[in-house]
């Protein structure tokens, strides 16, 4: 069972952070409903109603495959950081 827990975006210093709010949750159940994803993704699932929510519909992730089956978002992939030089 799913239950909702309502936040809003607070102000840190100048820096937001975004939260699950009422509509997100919508978007959240309804991402639920129609990909029903499994175990760990459904964490995914959440983030992307969130994003979505605040107008947020490009996601940058080294795990692509964890957003891909959501049309809603775009990802991004950002280049692999180099290692640091050997001491």
Partial sequence: KISMCYTKKI??????????????????????????????????????????????NTIATYNARDFKEISEIRIFVPPEPEAPPPM
């Fill in 11 to 56: 102000n840190w210093s100048g820096k937001y952070g975004l939260h699950s709010t009422n509509s997100s949750f919508i978007l959240f159940k309804e991402l639920l409903k129609r990909l029903k994803p499994t175990g760990l993704k459904v964490h995914d699932y959440e983030i992307a109603s969130i994003g979505l929510d605040q107008g947020i």
